[in-house]
């Protein structure tokens, strides 16, 4: 049975999100967002698709790779996650070294061969340890950062850092034991006061309510300036931990969450994440249709299976859709990754800087 939402406050607006449709603003109250959320789906896809216009090229879809650099190990106790060590034996996941950097290139070699033009890099561990700035944009989730290391990226030449606040302030603790939610806040503002863009989302299908749907979305669209990137993933349940018995949300609840974020952040490049393995290609259209605009190829993300590239081409030319170049501007990026770092690099050529931190 799905949670009532909170009631409005006595001098809510229930009109200005209309009046006001496409409007950048970092001063949403939790009912404005619930308004939204609530709007019935056809609607709210309709409002998504006129703000998305506003801002984007429909058609335009970026495709990103994600590679896992150091995979098991990490003392982190997030339950959806395969790759935390409190449930290893159960996952029978074992811990590996960082991967060689020239094995890193060589990944990243094949992704831009095969059309995207985000390589993206996760480590599973609480703090960063190495990178290297590539002809691509580059994007790195190596858990929680100090400014010193936020810094120590920028030099690198990173063009973004994920770190996904996961759900509501309200629910985080029944998620994870070994941080607070508000040291994920502080990592994403170290990354941004050190000039690298955001990229903050969420997952759908933790066990958590709508409210706490409405309390993520919240939370991401009155950050002091919205996220360059806003992933929305879908829960893919792992054997061992122990969400491996949770309901994988419906492909319409996702696209629910993809409109509202649209609305909510009309700037931000909304990314179709994990989960879409199960989705078909009028679910994946849907979401295109409600804002997103950007999606994670290959067969493999971290560690769990994604869609075949070939599929994904296939989907693309059926749909009209176009691949997003690196370095467009990024209307709600920073300098990282607005495009003028690419002009003062001659268009993004490799920095050749390698970055080690303990």
């Known amino acids: 049975m799905a949670e009532p939402e909170p009631a409005l406050e006595p001098d809510s607006d229930p009109g200005r999100w209309l009046r006001e449709l496409g ?14 959320f609530n709007t019935p789906l056809l609607e709210l896809v309709f409002h998504a698709a006129t703000v998305h216009r506003m801002y984007n090229d429909p058609q335009m879809v970026q495709r990103c790779t994600l ?3 150091k995979t098991g190990g990490c003392p982190e106790t997030c339950t959806y996650c395969a790759q935390s060590s409190s449930w290893s034996k159960e996952v029978g996941l074992k811990a590996e070294k960082l ?12 992704a831009k061969a095969a059309g995207s033009t985000r390589f993206c890099m996760g480590a599973a561990w609480r703090g960063p340890s190495q990178i290297r700035a590539m ?5 790195t989730t190596l858990g929680m950062l100090t400014p010193d290391q936020a810094g120590d990226l920028r030099e690198a ?14 629910y985080y603790s029944k998620i ?4 607070k939610y508000e040291d994920r806040l502080a990592t994403l503002e170290a990354v941004r006061e050190a000039g690298i863009s955001v990229c903050a989302g969420g997952i759908i299908g933790l066990g958590e309510g709508p409210t706490d749907r409405v309390g993520l979305l919240h939370q991401l669209a009155t950050l002091r300036e919205h996220p360059e990137s806003v992933p929305i993933n879908a829960l893919v349940a792992v054997a061992g931990t122990p969400l491996e018995g949770a309901a994988p949300p419906g492909p319409l609840e996702v696209v629910r969450c993809v409109a509202a974020a649209r609305v909510l952040m009309p700037r931000s490049v909304v990314r179709l994440s994990a989960g879409r393995l199960k989705f078909s290609k009028t679910d994946q259209a849907m979401c295109f249709l409600a804002g997103a605009n950007s999606i994670f190829d290959g067969d493999k993300l971290l560690t769990t299976a994604n869609n075949e590239r070939d599929e994904d ?18 209307p709600a990026g920073a300098a990282s990754s607005n495009g003028s770092d690419a002009a003062q690099d001659s268009c993004a050529a490799p920095r050749a800087a390698a970055l080690g931190m303990a």
């Open 23 to 36: 409007s950048i603003r970092s001063s949403w109250t939790r009912e404005e967002v619930a308004q939204v």
């Open 99 to 110: 991967m060689g950097m020239e094995e890193v290139l060589e990944a990243a070699r094949r």
């Open 176 to 179: 994870t034991s070994s941080r």
């Open 313 to 330: 081409a296939a989907m693309f030319a059926e749909l009209g859709l176009t691949s997003r170049p690196a370095f467009l501007p990024y």
């Open 135 to 139: 002809d691509m944009e580059v994007c």
């Open 157 to 170: 030449g990173l063009t973004a850092y994920n770190h996904n606040l996961d759900t509501s302030p309200e």
């Open 67 to 69: 590679l896992s650099i």
